[in-house]
């Protein structure tokens, strides 16, 4: 049973930085494409940024967070990142980890991201 586990949300203001991370305990981390999907109040589900390949070499942004959001992973700590710079009021959203594209079929809790001056 695959376990995911988000931490690293907060409040900020507009233009501060966050740095998310997500534990995955179980399955097979090292192979798995991971992603990093957002649901703010009253939408869908949004998927942010997405980390492939060998050694995570690609990587992919929705335009909305592109030049500000960074996805890494750490193989040996089965860990993947979200760094999060110059933020806005839109980027207000629980953010979860999974893996893409293929999604494990549970989910985590998520962390909470405010951001609000």
């Given amino acids: 049973q695959v376990q995911l586990v988000e931490s690293g949300g907060g409040e900020v203001q507009p ?14 981390f ?4 991971m992603g990093w999907y957002r649901r703010a109040p009253g939408k869908q589900r949004e998927l942010v940024a997405t980390i492939t390949g060998p050694g ?9 967070v592109k030049g500000r959001f960074t996805i890494s992973r750490d193989n ?3 860990t993947v990142y979200l760094q999060m710079n110059s933020l806005k009021p839109e980027d207000t959203a629980v953010y979860y980890c999974n893996r ?5 079929d549970s989910w985590g809790q998520g962390t909470q991201v405010t951001v609000s001056s």
């Fill in 30 to 33: 090292r192979v798995a494409g």
């Fill in 76 to 78: 040996a700590k089965n």
């Fill in 56 to 64: 995570g070499t690609t990587t992919v942004y929705a335009d909305s």
């Fill in 15 to 28: 233009g501060g930085s966050l740095r998310l991370s997500c534990v995955v305990f179980g399955g097979i």
């Fill in 100 to 104: 893409y594209p293929r999604e494990f």
